[in-house]
């Protein structure tokens, strides 16, 4: 079965760095686009960036943008997310995705979970102040 299994969330001071990690099982990794979403308590799930399959194009949400950097490796069947100049806004629980590369044919395709048919149970990420 098909598995996507987020690491390296944690504890940081505002300004400092996390890399999260999403490691894929059970699926042709390079025919899935790969996103990053979070959500924060009493907030609603919010896209954060995604990969193409071939890890050509990449989109992220305007929060993040020039602080966090999406890459995959199709050889390792991973996902990354560099989270760099954290701020306390970006305490979430951070889980990864995975959707039919067909189905990505537009920017605003990747902004939207319904496409994405296999998650991760996610990693919690929280910045203190």
């Known amino acids: 079965q098909v598995q996507l299994v987020e690491s390296g969330g944690g504890l940081v001071q505002a300004g400092g760095s996390l890399r999260l990690s999403c490691a894929a099982s059970?699926?042709?990794?390079?025919?899935?686009?790969m996103g990053w979403f979070r959500q924060a308590p009493g907030k609603e799930r919010e896209f954060v960036a995604a990969?193409?399959?071939?890890?050509?194009?990449?989109y992220y949400a305007d929060s993040v943008k020039g602080r966090f950097t999406i890459s995959r490796d199709n050889a390792k069947n991973t996902v990354y997310l560099q989270m760099d100049s954290l701020r306390p806004e970006d305490t979430a629980v951070y889980c990864c995705?995975?959707?039919?590369?067909?189905?990505?044919?537009?920017?605003?395709?990747?902004?939207?979970?319904?496409?994405?048919?296999?998650w991760g149970p996610g990693t919690q990420v929280t910045v203190s102040s």
């Open positions: 059970g699926l042709t990794f390079s025919s899935y686009a």
């Open positions: 990969i193409g399959w071939n890890g050509a194009s990449t």
């Open positions: 995705a995975a959707g039919n590369r067909g189905y990505f044919t537009t920017h605003d395709a990747y902004t939207r979970p319904a496409l994405y048919y296999y």
